[in-house]
């Protein structure tokens, strides 16, 4: 009797951890659009950084900040990380309206769009009107080019990884999650 009641307490607390095994941890949606939008500041921003370096386009990093800040400083070291911070700090503002508008979008085409969305929103309205770049009739075809597929690709990493995470996107991996089936070495 005392036998089964040890294995009836061991039984029972394998099902409550098994129970808790199961049970999946949510994500808090906006400190996750934080952390995307941090991440792909710091990386998009440093290709951004490198494409001006190799001449791919004729506007500095940090373009965004340009009405507040005189152009010999944007081209200091100073002054691309200065654009580069702000473009950090775009991308959390970004990413939050991406998560606020389209969290619950599925694939990669809504992040392409957004960026390219956002890219039109600062190339044909934004940037001229507030001087930040010249109207793009006046821009190089490199720099246009670039720009678009920089912000392109920009819209897809906000878009894919918010997609993955919010709507578990890992369900159309090509491997299933759990097997129990042993594999081969």
Request: charged share 15%; aromatic share 18%.
């Amino acid at each position: 009797m005392r036998q089964s009641r040890k294995h009836t307490k061991m039984a029972e607390a394998g099902m409550a951890k098994s129970k808790a095994d199961k049970t999946v941890k949510q994500t808090n949606r906006w400190t996750f659009a934080m952390n995307i939008g941090f991440f792909a500041g710091l990386f998009w921003g440093a290709v951004k950084i490198i494409e001006h370096y190799f001449h791919f386009t004729s506007l500095v990093p940090g373009f965004l900040v340009e009405p507040f800040f005189k152009r010999s400083f944007l081209l200091t070291w100073e002054g691309y990380l200065v654009g580069w911070a702000f473009f950090i700090l775009f991308s959390m503002a970004a990413t939050l309206l991406y998560t606020a508008l389209f969290a619950k979008a599925v694939g990669p085409w809504v992040g392409v769009g957004f960026g390219m969305g956002v890219w039109a929103l600062i190339f044909l309205l934004i940037g001229p009107v507030t001087g930040m770049m010249n109207w793009i009739a006046y821009l190089d075809w490199n720099t246009i080019l670039t720009e678009a597929c920089l912000f392109m690709l920009w819209g897809l990493f906000i878009g894919y990884s918010i997609a993955f995470e919010l709507n578990d996107e890992s369900v159309r991996e090509p491997f299933p999650q759990e097997t129990n089936k042993p594999q081969p070495e």
